[in-house]
Nanobody, 119 residues
Framework: VQLQASGGGLVQPGGSLRLSCAAS????????MGWFRQAPGKQRELVAV???????NYADFVKGRFTISRDNAKNTVYLQMNSLKPEDTAVYYC??????????????WGQGTQVTVSS
């Protein structure tokens, strides 16, 4: 099982980016999917998570600006980021709790995609 993230880049303050993360491999079922981020010198922190049923939790610092969604048919989670601020600069990691065929449930992480907000 692999998670492949894409969509990061450089954007000016107030701009928008959309991150995508697709899970692939021998997947029987996916429970939670989400996004975390890690800024230089800081710990990794939760940004948003969405369950298989569509329930969503956001970190307070992104409420009203970021939107998480998922396409279960494509095993893909998205993060639409609007009104970006310089403090949103970080490496963004996607996450999924996945059951492989013939196996148990495990946490999987994408490779990280850099988001830089700067003028």
């Amino acid at each position: 099982v692999q998670l492949q993230a894409s969509g990061g880049g450089l954007v000016q303050p107030g701009g928008s980016l959309r991150l995508s993360c697709a899970a692939s491999g021998s997947i029987a079922s996916i429970n939670n999917m989400g996004w975390f981020r890690q800024a230089p010198g800081k710990q990794r922190e939760l940004v948003a998570v969405i369950t298989s049923g569509g329930s969503i939790n956001y970190a307070d610092f992104v409420k009203g600006r970021f939107t998480i969604s998922r396409d279960n048919a494509k095993n893909t989670v998205y993060l639409q980021m609007n009104s970006l601020k310089p403090e949103d600069t970080a490496v963004y990691y996607c996450y999924a709790f996945i059951q492989s065929y013939g196996s148990s449930w495990y946490d999987y992480w994408g490779q990280g995609t850099q988001v830089t907000v700067s003028s």
